[in-house]
């Protein structure tokens, strides 16, 4: 049970790490286009991630395996345009689209957030610290699931989340960048939904 569980965590995080822009189109980042390698550490488990954005965040997406060992391993990528996102499964190379879901986090921005974002995810700037070789905004900010509450910190690097910690269902989460390539070009399929 405990295998499953942690898939399901990983889930709810890929959903936060990736928030797609504002329905008004405004910038999300103050960079155009980026791959980060990541890793997103739940209850001592660690899953590789890579997060494609393109158009300052107006379209992204986020790649990873799942794998409960003896019983299934998939590819799946997260990807969201605007306020809509899709998972996607792939097997045997053949992309398989989910349904199409409003993104639950797709007004979050920490580049010149509005009154109303500040106030509906509880943003609060701590400061700024070095990570990654970059100069970081340090955020706490809160999720809010049905009656669950999950407070994050995150480092901020011209709007892009790279590096983030909470507790979720009395398990810490981390989603940490190890490699961030900016200004570079991003493969279309990158955004492909299916085949």
């Not at 889930?11 to 008004?24: F, G, M, R």
């Not at 045997?92 to 639950?104: A, F, M, Y």
């Not at 810490?172 to 279309?188: D, K, L, R, S, W």
């Amino acid at each position: 049970m405990k295998r499953i569980a942690i898939p399901v965590l990983a889930i709810l995080v890929l959903l936060l790490a990736v928030p797609a822009a504002a329905q008004d189109g405004a910038r999300r980042y103050g960079v155009k286009s980026g791959i980060i390698k990541l890793i997103a550490s739940t209850g001592g488990v660690d899953t590789p991630e890579t997060q494609y954005f393109d158009d300052y965040g107006r379209k992204e997406s986020l790649t990873y395996t799942t794998e409960i060992p003896g019983l299934v391993k998939y590819d799946s990528w997260v990807i969201a345009i605007g306020d809509k996102m899709w998972g996607v499964n792939v097997t045997d190379g053949k992309r398989t689209k989910g349904k199409e879901s409003q993104n639950p986090t797709y007004d979050l921005n920490f580049i010149n957030p509005s009154p109303e974002v500040i106030a509906k995810y509880n943003i609060k700037e701590l400061g700024e610290e070095q990570f990654l070789g970059r100069k970081c905004k340090k955020f706490n900010y809160d999720i809010t699931q049905g009656r669950n509450k999950i407070t994050y910190t995150a480092w901020v690097y011209k709007g892009i989340i790279l590096k983030q910690q909470g507790q979720v269902r009395r398990r810490e989460v981390i989603t940490y960048a190890t490699e961030f390539q900016e200004n570079v070009a991003v493969p279309a399929s990158a955004f492909q939904i299916e085949d």
